[in-house]
């Protein structure tokens, strides 16, 4: 079993960057997959972008790809999320993922959750 932790949210004007982290606990983090997802008000929650345990590949939502770059140091049982040129319409909470299985990009892919870091992006 894995417990997730997010931080680095915050408020940011549009066109800024911000980098999440999603710090893990317990042992194996580099046998887990990660995928971070968000979740706008009144909107369901939505694949981000994600990085393969074995191989390090990463896939990435049309919405955010070229802007948003996901990164995983197995040293420091931590991944990373780093946003630049961000839009208002990137405003949301941001939750990482984690899991033991094949990788994915629904939420059904993904057995561990953190609790979520906010994002706001001001126009």
């Known amino acids: 079993q894995v417990q997730l932790v997010e931080s680095g949210g915050g408020l940011v004007q549009a066109g800024g960057s911000l980098r999440l982290a999603c710090a893990a606990s317990?042992?194996?983090?580099?046998?887990?997959?990660i995928g971070w997802f968000r979740q706008a008000p009144g909107k369901e929650r939505e694949f981000v972008a994600g990085?393969?345990?074995?191989?390090?590949?990463?896939y990435y939502a049309n919405s955010v790809k070229d802007r948003f770059t996901i990164s995983r140091y197995n040293a420091k049982n931590t991944a990373y999320l780093q946003m630049n040129s961000l839009k208002p319409d990137d405003t949301a909470v941001y939750y990482c993922?984690?899991?033991?299985?094949?990788?994915?990009?629904?939420?059904?892919?993904?057995?561990?959750w953190g609790q979520g870091t906010q994002v706001t992006v001001s126009t």
């Open positions: 990085i393969s345990r074995s191989d390090g590949n990463t």
């Open positions: 993922a984690a899991d033991l299985g094949r990788f994915g990009t629904l939420l059904m892919h993904y057995a561990y």
């Open positions: 317990g042992r194996a983090f580099n046998m887990y997959q």
